[in-house]
């Protein structure tokens, strides 16, 4: 038998693996941290979040992974994901984002996140020309296609 925790973490696997973006509520709530390189902090709604969110992020990220490191089940039963993004920007330079992201689910969705990401860590790694070691490009952010 899985636990709560454990079905959580599939749901947000199987989303971010695939971009499927039926797996996210209707009336999701979206938010991320300043410094994202996007118009604003939050974005209510999958229409939205597919509309708005994801192509303003992809004009500077054009590809990326997500590499969870963690999963760890919060008291309130909301799920803290840690990991990095490994990113090219726009420019064809790579480098590695380190995040954590809080997931809220309800009824076999997800229904809220709230995304804090370090994105001033991609700059340095450019200020010589060179990507930092052991990153590579990825696949394309998650809720989009192409």
Known sequence: MTTAAERGEALIRRWMESG?????AEDI???VSPGYPVPRTEWRGRAE??????PALRCHFPQWRIAVDSFTPLADGRLLAIGAYDA???????GRIPFLH????????IVGVEAV????????LHAS???APGTKGGDAVPGTRG
């Open 102 to 109: 809080v997931w809220t689910l309800g009824d076999g969705t």
């Open 20 to 24: 499927d973006h039926s797996l996210l």
């Open 49 to 54: 979040v597919e509309g708005a969110f994801f």
């Open 117 to 124: 990401a370090d994105f001033a860590a991609f700059a340095p």
């Open 29 to 31: 709530a979206w938010r």
């Open 88 to 94: 090219r920007d726009s420019a064809g330079r790579t």
């Open 129 to 131: 020309g060179t990507a």
